[in-house]
């Protein structure tokens, strides 16, 4: 079992930067690979960025490559979703997921353990 816990969104402006934090405890942390989704108001959670186990690879969705970055620490058993240039669209609920694996995953429907969301503002 893996519990798993957003934080750091807040209001922001656009063309501010945020940092989202993920912390994942339970087992088998060292073999889990994360994702980062969003829910807007009344649209469907789609993917933002995904990490493999080691950190070694990543992907991102097409709406946040180039502002986005996913990384992830290891020893400290966070991952991290860096976001610059952030426009009003990137306004919603950001969630972090994880699952047991060594590939990088992107559907929703790949991922077994979730947290409950941070939201994320951006105003105009």
């Known amino acids: 079992q893996v519990q798993v816990m957003e934080s750091g969104g807040r209001l922001v402006q656009a063309g501010d930067s945020l940092r989202l934090s993920c912390a994942a405890s339970?087992?088998?942390?060292?073999?889990?690979?994360m994702g980062w989704f969003r829910q807007a108001p009344e649209k469907e959670r789609e993917f933002v960025a995904a990490?493999?186990?080691?950190?070694?690879?990543?992907y991102y969705a097409e709406s946040g490559r180039g502002r986005f970055t996913i990384s992830r620490d290891n020893a400290g058993n966070t991952v991290s979703l860096q976001m610059n240039s952030l426009r009003p669209e990137d306004t919603a609920i950001y969630y972090c997921?994880?699952?047991?694996?060594?590939?990088?995953?992107?559907?929703?429907?790949?991922?077994?353990?979730w947290g409950q969301g941070t939201q994320v503002t951006v105003s105009s």
């Open positions: 339970g087992r088998t942390y060292g073999s889990t690979a």
């Open positions: 990490i493999n186990w080691s950190g070694s690879a990543t």
């Open positions: 997921a994880a699952r047991e694996g060594s590939d990088v995953y992107i559907l929703i429907s790949d991922y077994f353990f």
